[in-house]
Structure formats: structure tokens, C-alpha cells
């Protein structure tokens, strides 16, 4: 009751404390009386009621003075503000943590592992940090529904934080990506024990709605500062052993070392050239004859793209496709090399020499929704009849998503272009796609051909891929001949097409067109 405060301090009536560090503070009108000035509280302020009802206000105080300027009391005004404390709290928590699993997010956890970096150089100690990423996830998410993926990655982060330090720090930061921080480690044992704990736990099968789901983990670990001076290399570094560990087989643990800092270096100055050679168009193109067996006449080209390095040396194309693959510039990439090579091939057809250009279609471009309007503008831009054009497609790629590669297949056939499946019999092999896909061309893939004369299983493959060619009334065309027993056998075989060395490797266009020419 208001009497019961009659006579008693200020101090005793308004209980002031800091709200997070719970000390006593002083009333701003005691400060306001003696001072005389206006006084505002301290930030974070609380105030504790008789019946222990806490609330967070926000005041300011004023000294009282008559005519003659004298003190002769004070007013102290506030308000609660509880509410709107907590809605900035929970504002707070929601940008800082994930809203499926309730950890720490990317930003909260990037903030911890400089805190975790600047206190390991004060104290001589050390920093481990572990990408965990949950093998084949996606396909799990996919088959099962997002709902069960969620329940998924709930019950791994529930696993993961029983198995940690509470000095630990655990986020997620991706779909099935959590990363665990290990501060003020004195030795790399911890972590090889805590690895293999997470390994082997989330190995243990998952129980959703009746049903078990077993799963496994590839980690990647790096440890500051050994591995890295800064946190954001720290990121860098267990993302690289991470994949490192999924090249391994998947369901274990590796770390980064010197060998992955080289490759790290190295894939930077590749990504680089490439994105340097596409700016500047600088991405040059060779041409493999395609030749009809038996008269050994050029009847076309496959189109290859081909990068050089600063000292002009060729780069493989097994280094830089997966990684423009990996990096999005396939897009770019692929427009290029088909906007060049419809270029070469138009300019044949004007000399006399009408060739059909093939050109190969990585799995990323094939799935791009503008993918085959890019195909149409190019062939406008060059005036190529796209009868002088072959688009090259993996199995793999086709089998990906039936129906998307089907709907893709059949818009770019209606340009009326054709299209190959290349490599051949390496990988689905699913004949039904070649009764439903508008498929023009087979190739066998050339470690068939290099292995079928000495491997009765190898020719068999060559034999049946032929027949199916032709039972289906499909062209066919041989990859990789390098000699003239390996033709002769094609040939009584009755393979219609092929190329590979024997005839000629990839050649740059003016060195192509000159064999043309005779």
C-alpha cells in the first residue's frame, strides 16, 4: 500500500538492480536531489515488487527548486517496459538461432569462434572446429518429405548436443550441415575421441513415426591456428576436409592438411583463370574428327573446350568442367563453347564442307530452365540450321528427374536438332529411356573399344550396344579407336562411325580446318 512507504527511504521503497548482473543500483532521484540535475536510469534496469514481481522500466529523475533556486525535492518518473524488452530478446534469439533446432546460427556461431580465437592466443591454447554434414540427405528429404527431413535433423541435433562439453558450442548452418566448436583444447586427442563418438552415434538408427532411419556423417575437423590464422580460413579449411572426408566414402571423420591447403590453392587460381578466360572469351574450342569407317571421310566433329594456363599450357578438361560444374560458371561456360562451335560450323557450310557439330552438355546446364532457350538464341545469332547440330547428354544426367529430362529432351528436339547419349552403357543403362526420349545418337564409351579385344566382356558390351543401335534405328558412333585392329573389328561389326587418335586428337580450328582442306 502507498502509506506503507510514508517516512521510508526512496532507496527502500523502488528495489533497483541491474538486470543481468543483479546489483543494487542507485535511484537516479537521489542522484537528481543531490546533484541537482536530471538524472536517467541505467540501461537494463529492474525493479522488484513486494510480492517478487520483476519488472524491466525505464525512468528519469528531476530536482524540485523554488523561486530562489533552492533544492526542496524531486520527481522521479517510469514506465514498464517489460514487453518490449522481451520482444527485443526474442528478436535477439531469432536472429542468432536456428528456428528448427533452436542452436546457434552462422552469425552467432561465426562471433563465438573469434571469441574462441582471441582467447586461445591469450592462453596458449588451441581451437577445433567440425563441419558435420549428413551423407545423402537430400535423397532422404526427398523420398521422405520435408516434414520427416525436419524431424531428422531435430533428433541428429538432439544426438549431437548430448554427445558435447557444455564449454561446446553446437550450430546448424545449413539443411543437414551442423558445425560443433571446440574452444581452449589442449590436446588433438579430444577431438579424435569426439569425432569418433559423432561418427559412430549418429550411425545408430533414427526412430520416426515407427519406422527406423539409418544415417551416416562425413566430418570434416581443423584446428586453429595450426590449420588457419583466422576464422574465416578456419570455415574455409573444415569445409575442404569435410569433402574430403565424402571423397573417403563418407561415415568418417577427416582433417585438413598441407596437401589440402595445396588443393585449396590451386582450385582458388583455377576458379580464377576460369572466370578471367570467360569474361574474355578466351575459352578456346578444339574439334575431333568424326569419321565414316569405312570410307574414312570426315563426316563431323565433336567440339571440346580447352583452357590454358598463363605459360600456355593446356589444362585438362577433368580439372576445370566439375569445377565450373561446382561453381556455376558451367553456364557460361557451355554458352561459349556452343555459341563458337555453331560459329565453326556455319562457316564450314559456307566453304562447301556442311558438317554436323557435336557439342557435350554438362548435367548442370541440362537441368537450367533456360537452358534450351539458349540453345535457340544461339542458333539465331549464328544462323546455323540446327540439323548441323548435336547436343551430347550423359545417362546420368537423364535419369536424374524422368519427366524434367524428358520435357528438356523433347523442347530441344522440336528445334530440330539432334541429340546423343554419350559414354554409353557406363552408367544407368536404363533401355526404357530410349523408347520414351528422343535419343538420335548412341556412342560407346571409348574403354569399351579400347578393351574389347582383349576382353570378352568388353566386346560383348560393344556387340550388344551395336545391335540395340540398330534394332532401334539409331546412329552409332565408336569413341577412342586408336588402331587399325580395333577399326577393323568395328567395321566387321558393322559400326558406322567413330573417332579417337588413330584419326585425329582435338585440334584447334585453324589446324582442324586445314584438315579439312586436304
Not at 525505464?58 to 514506465?79: L, M, N, Q, R
Not at 574428327?289 to 580447352?306: C, F, N, Q, S, Y
Not at 558438317?355 to 544462323?383: R, Y
Not at 526420349?437 to 568388353?458: A, C, H, R, W, Y
Request: proline share 3%; aromatic share 6%; glycine share 6%.
Amino acid at each position: 500500500m502507498c502509506r506503507d512507504a510514508i517516512g521510508l527511504h526512496i532507496e527502500q521503497v523502488m528495489d533497483l538492480c541491474d538486470a543481468k548482473t543483479k546489483y543494487r543500483s542507485p535511484n537516479p532521484v537521489t542522484i537528481a536531489i543531490k546533484e541537482k540535475r536530471n538524472v536517467a536510469m541505467a540501461l537494463n534496469c529492474q525493479l522488484n515488487s513486494l510480492d517478487g514481481t520483476i519488472f524491466q522500466i525505464e525512468d528519469s529523475a528531476a530536482p524540485i527548486t523554488d523561486s530562489e533556486g533552492k533544492v526542496t525535492g524531486g520527481i522521479i518518473v517510469f514506465h514498464d517496459c517489460s514487453e518490449s524488452v522481451a520482444m527485443s530478446l526474442k528478436m535477439s534469439h531469432l536472429a542468432n538461432h536456428d528456428q528448427l533446432t533452436d542452436l546457434p546460427n552462422r552469425i552467432l556461431l561465426h562471433d563465438r569462434i573469434n571469441h574462441a580465437c582471441a582467447v586461445a592466443d591469450s592462453y596458449d591454447k588451441s581451437v577445433a572446429l567440425m563441419l558435420i554434414d549428413i551423407d545423402h540427405f537430400k535423397y532422404l528429404n526427398d523420398s521422405l518429405g520435408h516434414s520427416y527431413g525436419d524431424q531428422v535433423i531435430k533428433q541428429v541435433a538432439k544426438r549431437l548436443q548430448s554427445l558435447i562439453d557444455p564449454n561446446a558450442t553446437l550450430g546448424r548452418i545449413g539443411g543437414d550441415e551442423f558445425v560443433l566448436l571446440l574452444p581452449s583444447l589442449t590436446a588433438t586427442s579430444q577431438v579424435d575421441s569426439i569425432a569418433t563418438d559423432i561418427v559412430r552415434s549418429l550411425n545408430t538408427p533414427f526412430r520416426i513415426d515407427g519406422q527406423e532411419y539409418t544415417l551416416s556423417v562425413s566430418v570434416g575437423i581443423s584446428i586453429y591456428p595450426s590449420d588457419a590464422l583466422r576464422a574465416e580460413e578456419l570455415m574455409t579449411h573444415v569445409d575442404a576436409a569435410m569433402y574430403r572426408a565424402k571423397d573417403l566414402g563418407r561415415n568418417r571423420f577427416c582433417y585438413f592438411s598441407e596437401d589440402l591447403e595445396q588443393e585449396l590453392t590451386k582450385r582458388h587460381e583455377l576458379v580464377t583463370l576460369l572466370r578471367t578466360a570467360i569474361d574474355t572469351e578466351a575459352i578456346e574450342v578444339y574439334y575431333q574428327p568424326k569419321v565414316d569407317l569405312k570410307t574414312k571421310e570426315i563426316i563431323g566433329a565433336e567440339a571440346l573446350a580447352r583452357l590454358h594456363d598463363p605459360s600456355g599450357k593446356l589444362i585438362s578438361p577433368l580439372d576445370f568442367i566439375p569445377l565450373a560444374e561446382e561453381t556455376g560458371l558451367i553456364h557460361q561456360l557451355g554458352e561459349i563453347i556452343l555459341k563458337q562451335s555453331c560459329m565453326a560450323a556455319k562457316a564450314w557450310q559456307k566453304r562447301g564442307r556442311p558438317l554436323q557439330i557435336a557439342v557435350n552438355i554438362a548435367a548442370k546446364q541440362f537441368t537450367n530452365p533456360e537452358f534450351c532457350d539458349s540453345v535457340a538464341k544461339v542458333l539465331e545469332l549464328t544462323g546455323l540450321d540446327s540439323s548441323f547440330l548435336e547436343l551430347e547428354v550423359t545417362e546420368s544426367s537423364l535419369m536424374y528427374d524422368f519427366d524434367e529430362a524428358l520435357n528438356v529432351l523433347n523442347t530441344l528436339s522440336s528445334l530440330g536438332l539432334s541429340i546423343a547419349i554419350d559414354d554409353f552403357g557406363t552408367g544407368y543403362s536404363s533401355l526404357s529411356y530410349l523408347k520414351f526420349f528422343p535419343v538420335n545418337t548412341l556412342k560407346i564409351d571409348q574403354s569399351f573399344v579400347k578393351d574389347m579385344l582383349g576382353d570378352e566382356q568388353s566386346l560383348d558390351i560393344v556387340k550388344a550396344v551395336i545391335h540395340l543401335a540398330k534394332s532401334l534405328k539409331l546412329k552409332l558412333i565408336a569413341e577412342g579407336i586408336e588402331d587399325a585392329e580395333q577399326l577393323q573389328k568395328l567395321v566387321a561389326l558393322e559400326c558406322e562411325q567413330g573417332q579417337g587418335y588413330m584419326f585425329s586428337k582435338p585440334l584447334p580450328l585453324k589446324e582442324f580446318d586445314q584438315l579439312l582442306s586436304h
